[in-house]
């Protein structure tokens, strides 16, 4: 990763930062272009190597698009989400992920159909949301959140066959990381419902299973 890439300050600096239609994101130095697809461990150098609430938001932003009905997306997700939120919870400075999980591409066709579905609900989150309950989102009451995010990322690989609970999980993730990165914390209370209902809908499974 690029350790003096500056990590984006919203949802939409972060959408505009994976979007092949931005000038920005076109051909540069060191990255594949975006035009032509971007793998897992480009999409992260763009947002920065420090900043793992903007790293948490890239997998699950595209869990929450309709791309997470693409074949082991979800398993892929997960495991991604899995290994920068045990990164971030161990106070690691810089995020590495495996390789079999950084060459992992998406096309730019891909990628400009999540940007796409992604830009409204984005565009009123950053609208609405402020520094509120900040004490929620700093140390170590942020573990808390991470914690969390490991135990719901780390079932969608078992539920791979129900996309609209990894969509909505992943939802709540992308939730609990932006409020990490914007210092929100009654959007981390949100995201903790989402997860919590979640959880719930998964020990009801496994109740049912069992």
Do not use: C
């Not at 690029?2 to 959408?15: C, E, I």
């Not at 190597?49 to 979800?74: E, N, Q, T, Y």
């Not at 900040?134 to 996309?163: C, G, H, N, Q, Y």
Request: aromatic share 8%; proline share 6%; glycine share 8%.
């Amino acid at each position: 990763m690029t350790p003096d890439q500056v990590a984006p300050r919203s949802l939409t600096g972060l959408l505009d930062t994976l979007d092949p239609e931005n000038p920005a994101t076109g051909a540069e130095h060191r990255h594949h272009d975006a035009h032509e697809g971007l793998t897992i461990q480009d999409m992260l150098d763009r947002v920065g190597a420090r900043s793992f609430g903007a790293a948490l938001l890239v997998p699950s932003l595209i869990l929450v698009s309709p791309l997470s009905i693409i074949p082991l997306m979800p398993t892929i997700g997960g495991l991604v989400i899995l290994t920068i939120s045990i990164q971030a919870f161990f106070g690691r400075d810089h995020l590495w992920l495996p390789g079999f999980l950084a060459t992992r591409r998406l096309s730019g066709a891909q990628l400009k159909r999540a940007v796409n579905y992604l830009r409204k609900p984005a565009a009123w989150l950053d609208r609405n949301s402020r520094h509120r309950l900040r004490f929620l989102s700093a140390s170590p009451m942020d573990r808390i959140a991470l914690l969390a995010v490991m135990v719901v990322a780390a079932t969608w690989p078992f539920l791979e066959i129900l996309p609209m609970f990894t969509s909505i999980s992943a939802g709540g993730v992308a939730l609990i990381a932006f409020a990490l990165m914007v210092r929100d914390g009654f959007v981390l209370i949100a995201g903790y419902t989402v997860l919590g209902l979640s959880l719930a809908v998964v020990a009801a499974l496994i109740s049912g299973i069992f």
